[in-house]
């Protein structure tokens, strides 16, 4: 398995680079009312309107404070069977790193600082590990679109 490997504070993630289209550089985004915390904005990417996903707010974390390393992965999601780019802001990517299956252990039962169903599995690279996202699971667009919608529910109540 060919992955992109990202930093979101101390700990290293990584996503299957077949997902992933670019990378670019955190720039000003367009607040969107009456998002969740973890929906940063939106960007202008060559004409097409990208939500951005802060992960670590995702992840139940507190928010991310861009600095000079952050970045924006623009990955593949699935919605409905179609194709939707969406932004995942990290604090810094690393690099591509090829993970053999052999390296490539299940996820915790307890412990993880993510969801466990999140998580695809824990990888080994060099005497050090990289938990493997599940991009079906954590970013799935259907869920955080239910949880856009309770947020602006519990607003209007």
Known sequence: MQALTFQLGAEVYALDIRNVREIIQHGPMTTVPLMPGFVRGVI???????????LN???????????????????????DGERAELGLMVDAVSEVVDIPAEAIEPP????ASVRREFIRGIGKIGGRFVILLDPDRAL?????????????EAVAA
């Open 140 to 152: 799935d667009i259907d869920d955080m679109a239910r949880l856009c919608e309770l947020s602006q």
């Open 57 to 79: 707010a995702r992840f139940g974390r507190l928010a991310s404070l861009p600095g000079k390393k952050t970045c924006v992965v623009i990955f593949d999601a699935m919605r």
């Open 108 to 111: 915790p039962g307890f412990g």
């Open 44 to 54: 202008n990417l060559r004409g097409a309107v990208v939500p951005v996903v802060d």
